[in-house]
């Protein structure tokens, strides 16, 4: 009798633990590649949709991934799911590519099966999330049969000769599951992913979502150890990540396990960790930009720090040696000059008060020489930037309403 | 250490030239140069907003800004309101009436401690000063006082009584509210 209980108790015990294994196989999977974000509205229940995304073309609404069968992808057999994933197939038609399938068509089988596993064993909810509102004729989905045919190139996921595990392990990630190059990489005309610009950056939302290439990385002083600060707290002596970018800190990067964050570090950095050196020259720059010098002074080093040095991180980042300073491209200093930081709460020990926007206070010349007094004084930097520059760039958040949504 | 001459209207009285430290904060040449105390220290990292002051824009109308995290030349050339210059006073320099938001707060028992009200009053300040321009529409009221003060932190937890006091006065201010759309 003993015998047979003890044999029952163990059947029903290995049942559960295989059963949650593949659950949370598909929950760890399902972070990695943050279906929450977008399936998610703000304040909504998680994965029910209705999360508004303003593209050229109108605005899309994502969708309700819970297993309602009314309303959800309840229905979906393992086949509509993965079609869905790799091909874009929805069952009432194409998706369009606001849903990454343009990476996720790279997902292994094995996690195909895992995320459908997780989905199919969420709590249903039913919601229909509000309906599209496009153009003609980006409104008929079947018109996605032609730009699919045209731009969706179903190249296999490149694996180059002699790369170690770790670099192909964070291939994977950052290239089907995280769908880094969605943002990342510049889109052409028709909003397709530009193969070849991969990663090269890309002006989203008002924020540029940087070059993320290897050498640009090191540029702009991202390092193993910065990076996974950045990934798995949302901020780091080089910067914090912000916009879109925070969400998926939140939601996704930390989340994920020290291994697979290096992964994706190894393969971001391709290997490298040799940061390029920064001559900072912080007594030319105050002579050059005395105005520059001054603003910052008055405005920014109450959060930033003397000579751009920091206070506390949990206060605001440094600006010596900031990414955005060393980097290429200017955008994200001025943008965030003119449209401040909402604020940002990871958990009880890790958040910034956000910062206030200066759009209305700081006229364009006075903003062009904050920006290069700090790119002079601590990035390096040898180019300047023009007051016509800060004068599109707020032209343009002024046109898509970032500058009195921040305020 | 680099100084800078500063000049500013403070509570309608002409400040400078001083010459100051320049990174000398807004709320430490208030408390000690000018021994206005009445502006609070609370977080000193700009989120608890007890510093604000009000500052008058080149149109006219009035911003509230945090003095803890502001140096003193973003005010160099401003005309800056504390809350020591918000009640009417008289040619001898006496208070002659608390302006209605100081009067609501006192009537509503507001606050406790008092440490974040100098914060609260300019905030609500402004506040008036900007619905004076845009009134809001009736069933946006409560909307817009929480956007305006939702930031400020009381820890003695006044925000019902804030809140009820700055209504009222909204309310029964002519022209700050218009017909709901």
């Not at chain 1, 170690?164 to 290239?175: A, M, T």
């Not at chain 1, 028709?190 to 008002?206: T, V």
């Not at chain 1, 401040?340 to 020489?369: I, K, W, Y």
Request: one cysteine or more; glycine letters at 10%.
């Amino acid at each position: 009798m003993h015998r047979i209980i003890v044999a029952l108790a163990a059947l029903l015990l290995g049942q559960t633990v295989a059963a949650q294994t593949s659950y949370e196989k598909g929950r760890y999977l399902a972070a990695a590649a943050d279906c929450v974000a977008c399936h998610t509205a703000v304040n909504g229940r998680p994965f029910i949709g209705g999360r508004p995304f303003h593209t050229p073309f109108g605005t899309l609404y994502s969708t309700n991934i819970t297993p309602d069968e009314k309303t959800g992808i309840g229905n979906y057999t393992l086949a509509d799911f993965r079609a869905s994933m790799h091909r874009g197939k929805g069952v009432h038609g194409n998706l369009y590519p606001a849903m990454p399938y343009t990476s996720y068509y790279l997902v292994s089988e094995e996690d195909i099966e895992a995320l459908y596993d997780y989905f199919m064993q969420l709590p249903p909810v039913e919601y229909t999330a509000p309906r599209n509102q496009l153009m003609f004729p980006a409104n008929l989905r079947f018109g996605l049969t032609f730009w699919n045919w045209i731009f969706f190139d179903r190249e296999p996921l490149a694996q180059p000769q002699g790369k170690s595990p770790e670099w192909q392990r964070g291939n994977y990630l950052v290239n089907a599951l995280g769908h880094c190059g969605e943002c990342h990489t510049p889109r052409n005309f028709a909003q397709a992913m530009r193969r070849d610009r991969h990663f090269a950056g890309n002006l989203l939302e008002g924020w540029d979502a940087v070059d993320i290439r290897p050498r640009a990385l090191l540029r702009q002083g991202w390092d193993r150890e910065h990076l996974r600060q950045l990934f798995t707290t949302g901020a780091s002596d080089r910067g914090t990540a912000f916009g879109e970018m925070f969400r998926v800190v939140e939601h996704s990067l930390s989340h994920l396990s020290g291994d697979d964050i290096n992964a994706i570090i190894t393969y971001l950095l391709d290997g490298s960790d040799e940061t390029s050196r920064v001559e900072g020259q912080p007594e030319l720059a105050a002579e050059r930009y005395a105005q520059g010098r001054a603003d910052f002074v008055a405005y920014c080093a109450g959060c930033h720090g003397r000579e751009g040095r920091g206070i506390v991180l949990d206060f605001a980042p440094p600006m010596d040696g900031n990414a955005g300073i060393r980097g290429q491209s200017p955008y994200n200093t001025i943008a965030v000059i003119l449209r401040g930081l909402p604020a940002q709460r990871m958990d009880r020990n890790n958040a910034r008060a956000g910062m206030q926007g200066f759009h209305r206070e700081l006229d364009d010349a006075r903003v062009a020489a904050l920006v290069n007094f700090m790119r002079t004084a601590w990035g390096g930097s040898k180019d300047e930037v023009k007051v016509q520059e800060v004068a599109e760039i707020r032209h343009q958040l002024q046109e898509h309403g970032y500058l009195e949504a921040a305020q | 250490m680099a100084r800078i001459p500063v000049t500013m209207v403070v509570n309608g009285e002409q400040v400078g030239p001083v010459e100051l430290d320049e990174y000398t904060s807004m709320l430490d040449f208030l408390q000690e140069y000018l021994n206005l105390t009445g502006t609070k220290l609370g977080c000193g990292i700009g989120v608890c907003r007890a510093c604000s002051v009000i500052v008058e824009g080149a149109d006219g109308s009035l911003e509230s800004v945090r003095s803890c995290i502001n140096n003193v030349g973003r005010f160099d050339g401003k005309k800056v309101t504390t809350v020591e210059g918000l009640a009417e006073h008289n040619a001898e320099g006496e208070i002659v009436a608390l302006s209605p938001i100081q009067q609501a707060f006192l009537r509503n028992f507001s606050f406790q401690c008092g440490w974040c009200t100098a914060g609260f009053v300019n905030a609500a300040t402004v506040l008036l000063d900007r619905l004076r321009r845009e009134p809001v529409a009736a069933d946006r009221v409560e909307d817009t006082i929480d956007e305006a003060l939702g930031e400020h932190i009381c820890r003695c937890t006044g925000y019902v009584r804030y809140f009820r006091a700055v209504r009222e006065v909204i309310e029964s201010t002519p022209g700050l509210v218009k017909e709901a759309e």
